[in-house]
């Protein structure tokens, strides 16, 4: 009897119809994967799916679209899908052979129990189709012959960066000439259009070529060799930076040793994309052409010490200031005491003298434990000058470790808020005990320009200004002034403790602040 479509009956017909279905949408997908368009074939898939319930052909072709992504969340989904498969049809072999693939490529140290499990699928297609084509091709992948399985449309992940390197470490080797390997290189991809790695590594050369980027090849043709120099730098200057305390910008230069890496990786990755894009899709997408390229060798033993030793100096290097105490000078603040220096621009201390209200100095002795003011002048220059010192000087003593950075512009800040005008404000030296000094120059509208200069100063155990109302005073002159006034009042405490000397109550306000 004939076996046509009248023997089926009414329940096999929909089935039967649904089969071919999906094997068209399989073909859809397949076609989608061949034009590189992953997104598409993923969506597709999962639609089929969807639509048609699980499906050994469509279980595959679904992973095989998130291994094509080369990104290792796609890569995850990947797995999940051949997982998901393989409970349904355990003992089908392109899903095995796929799974195999998406495995042996993986990175044994950043992927071990996956890069375990590749041997193991690989055994189980050896016995259950010995001799089969899924069995050869998996085993000759497993020993590095072939880089990419039928289908897969993008190199593993795990290996895409090594046989790039390695293809264009390769051609360097035997055309020295960087433009005419990088011509050699485009010619040969025009001759074989589908293979990725011809593609791939003209668009590496390419940009290698151009202006400016000859220094990446001291990392592409001995990368070991540069990577461990480097390293060695880099973790010199973190350990010597640790031991003695040297500024941090030591370790600002270890890192930007490694910025030409980084940076050749990006080139690298940009050439891969700009590679597989310019790639046309082969005639037969189910047995695409082999490249013309040798196999690159495998990532062996040598490269997995250098990068073990790599990663071992650099957190070894990291760990360094554990080594050594840390800097007195960079976790505690300078203890002072104050004693005021006799006299300032000439000017005599002046001692029991009323000069204004207490008001000014409030703030002062509220924030500070320690504070200290001193005036400069005569007495006749007080009666002349309506209770105005020549100069005067006021400050705290504490711990200004967590102090705003702004803090030394609190007396031009107060300025705006009196009558006077500022004229000038400019940032000075601050001299051998470090810190901040600021500068200001103001008067009042009944004064002429530059009439009083006040500079204040801002370190770690204190802060002051110097007020000196001499009119025309230069900015350099104004600014030596405040440095050598501030290190005459200010002197290290070695019994732990800070105290302000202050030879009798001196009385001042906001006279000294408005200029009048």
């Known amino acids: 009897m004939q076996d046509t479509d009248h023997d089926k009956s009414p329940e096999e017909a929909p089935e039967a119809a649904a089969a071919q279905e999906a094997a068209a949408a399989a073909e859809a997908i397949r076609a989608a994967l061949s034009g590189r368009r992953p997104a598409d074939a993923r969506a597709r898939a999962t639609a089929a799916l969807e639509r048609y319930g699980p499906d050994p052909a469509l279980y595959t072709l679904l992973g095989r679209a998130h291994v094509a992504e080369n990104e290792d969340d796609h890569d995850d989904e990947a797995e999940r899908v051949y997982r998901r498969g393989l409970d349904a049809f355990p003992d089908d072999l392109e899903l095995l052979a796929a799974y195999a693939e998406l495995c042996l490529a993986s990175d044994a140290l950043d992927r071990p129990g996956r890069h375990a499990r590749g041997p193991v699928l690989a055994a189980r297609i050896t016995e259950l189709a010995p001799g089969s084509p899924q069995a050869a091709h998996v085993d000759r992948h497993a020993r590095g012959e072939i880089m990419v399985l039928p289908g897969s449309g993008a190199l593993p992940k795990a290996t895409a960066a090594h046989i790039q390197r390695h293809d264009v470490r390769a ?6 000439d960087l433009a005419e390997a990088a011509r050699l290189a485009e010619e040969q991809a025009a001759e074989y259009p589908y293979d990725e790695r011809l593609a791939v590594r003209a668009e590496t050369l390419t940009a290698l070529a151009r202006p400016g980027r000859r220094l990446f090849l001291a990392h592409v043709r001995a990368p070991l060799a540069t990577l461990l120099t480097v390293t060695a730098i880099a973790a010199t200057l973190t350990i010597t930076r640790a031991a003695f305390h040297l500024s941090s910008w030591m370790s600002v230069i270890a890192f930007l040793l490694y910025v030409p890496g980084m940076a050749l990786r990006s080139l690298e990755r940009g050439a891969h994309t700009r590679g597989v894009d310019r790639l046309l899709a082969p005639p037969d997408a189910a047995n695409p052409p082999e490249s013309p390229l040798p196999p690159p060798p495998a990532f062996g033993s040598r490269q997995l010490a250098v990068n073990l030793a790599v990663l071992t100096v650099i957190v070894c290097a990291a760990a360094s200031p554990l080594l050594w105490p840390s800097s007195p000078e960079s976790t505690d603040y300078p203890r002072y005491t104050a004693t005021p220096p006799p006299t300032l621009l000439g000017a005599p201390l002046l001692t029991a003298v009323d000069v204004a209200d207490e008001g000014t100095l ?132 070695t019994s732990g403790t800070t105290e302000a000397f202050a030879p009798a109550p001196v009385r001042t306000g906001p006279t000294v602040r408005d200029g009048a």
């Open 171 to 176: 051609a360097l080797a035997d055309t020295p």
């Open 362 to 493: 409030a703030m002062w002795t509220e924030t500070f434990g320690d504070s200290f003011s001193y005036a400069y002048g005569t007495a006749q220059q007080l009666t002349d000058n309506g209770d105005q010192p020549f100069a005067f000087v006021y400050g705290g003593l504490g711990d200004l470790r967590d102090a705003p950075s702004d803090l030394v512009k609190g007396y031009e800040q107060g300025l705006a808020d009196s009558e006077s005008t500022i004229d000038a404000i400019w940032d000075a030296p601050p001299g051998a005990r470090g810190g901040r000094l600021r500068c200001v120059s103001y008067a009042t509208d009944l004064e002429d320009a530059g009439a009083h200069t006040a500079c204040s100063w801002a370190d770690r155990g204190s802060l002051g200004a110097v007020v000196m109302n001499k009119p025309g005073l230069d900015h350099d002159t104004a600014a030596e002034t405040a440095r050598t006034t501030r290190d005459a009042i200010l002197h290290e405490d």
